[in-house]
């Protein structure tokens, strides 16, 4: 066992962690006034419920040896998950740190979904769906794509940091959701500007200094592999913030604050599954098409499709997290990670991107499908939207019975 690696990695864990509340911050700035608390209280609920229920059976599920497409239950409540390293995942650091680390992905990664039903969803089926998601969704592609059991990791998709694992399965498990609970009551015809972008320019901010954990602590080690993710996901998130800004001031005239936080964090969500295997050159390249394709995207849905996904989760999470695979099957190199076989199109392998592309299909394929069947039946058993004079009154009193502010 190695002391700077398991420094790292807990330091990174840390990190990660705290991304959940900053997207809490990051979500609360873009809603109404009267739905800030109920918007940040999604994000810190779930924080406590997939920690425990990751612990109980989402890391077994995930990460235990198994088939190709779940894992077994031998690591049930953390059984046989102890302080020594497990060579299979990481030979330097604790297996039980590990599993921590892991545990703050998929803690996020259904807090993600909640931008795209905020300010109409009942918060039982809010709880009940992240959780059954957390288990019928997240664990099983966690296992296809990172277990060597699982058939993704067999196929050689590259995802080094969550690009399907995190934001393909929660951008379009976030687009279903938009779709099966409707739009909000006064959608095309009322403002639905938001009302505190300090907010969310605070948890931009805070989800790109916890980024640095998500990529580079995946290299699990202090080493080059940690430094080259750090650099990459840096270069691309400013890419990124340049490139959405920069398109928002052409289209519509000034350079917005909002535009920059929201282009930074599509650029960081484009490096993700990349961060381990580009250089610095090609970040700058998947920043710019992440900034560039998530900004139309935003335009294409409300404007042309009329999908209320309130805080444009698949627009960020799901074209963001589809451009950064794609572009892992582009500009991955060999000689980045030092693992044979890993180059992209433009290095030579055309394969590699075929890889990528079944990955992002049959993964985008199955969130969809399964987030669905989840909604439809809470649909008829508990119900997933609030009454109508509660979303007038918004959440914060009527869920809640507390306020933002005492003004």
């Known amino acids: 066992m190695d002391t700077g690696d398991t420094a790292w990695v807990l330091m990174s864990t840390a990190l990660v962690m705290l991304m959940t509340p900053a997207l809490g911050f990051f979500y609360g700035g873009l809603v109404q006034r009267k739905n800030v608390l109920s918007t940040i209280m999604h994000s810190f609920f779930i924080l406590a419920l997939i920690s425990v229920m990751w612990v109980l059976w989402g890391y077994s599920l995930a990460f235990a040896p198994g088939g190709q497409f779940i894992g077994g239950l031998d690591w049930l409540a953390f059984r046989g ?95 279903v959701a938009a779709r099966v609970l409707g739009q909000r009551l006064g959608f095309g015809t009322e403002s639905y500007e938001p009302h505190n972008l300090t907010y969310t320019v605070l948890g931009a901010g805070l989800l790109w200094f916890g980024w640095f ?145 079944i990955a992002v299909a049959t993964v985008g394929a199955f969130a969809a499908i399964v987030t669905w069947l989840i909604l439809k039946v809470l649909d008829v058993t508990v119900g997933l939207r609030v009454p109508e004079q509660e979303e007038v009154l918004g959440l914060d009193s009527t869920t809640h019975g507390e306020a933002a502010y005492q003004l």
């Open 81 to 175: 998950v102890g302080m020594e390293p497990n060579p299979t995942y990481a030979a330097t650091i604790p297996h039980q740190l590990f599993a921590a680390y892991q545990m703050m992905f998929a803690v996020i990664t259904p807090a993600l979904i909640t931008g795209a039903f905020a300010e109409r969803k009942r918060f039982k089926a809010m709880v009940i769906f992240s959780l059954l998601w957390a288990t019928l969704v997240y664990a099983p592609v966690a296992h296809w794509v990172w277990s060597p059991d699982g058939w993704l990791f067999k196929l050689g998709a590259l995802d080094f940091a969550g690009g399907t694992v995190v934001h393909i399965t929660s951008g379009v498990s976030a687009l």
């Open 213 to 357: 954990g998500f990529n580079a602590g995946s290299a699990l080690g202090a080493n080059g592999l940690a430094a080259n993710a750090f650099l990459v996901t840096n270069t691309a998130a400013a890419m990124g913030a340049l490139t959405w800004m920069t398109v928002s001031w052409i289209r519509h005239g000034h350079p917005s604050v909002l535009g920059a936080a929201a282009g930074a964090v599509a650029g960081l969500v484009g490096i993700t599954p990349a961060a381990g295997v580009v250089d610095a050159s090609a970040s700058i390249l998947i920043g710019f098409g992440a900034g560039l394709f998530c900004f139309f995207a935003v335009d294409l849905l409300k404007g042309l499709f009329k999908v209320d996904d309130a805080l444009d989760v698949f627009a960020v999470h799901g074209v963001g997290g589809i451009w950064g695979a794609l572009a892992t099957g582009l500009f991955a190199q060999e000689a980045v990670r030092g693992l044979p076989n890993t180059n992209g199109l433009f290095h030579g392998a055309p394969e590699q991107f075929v890889k990528q592309i």
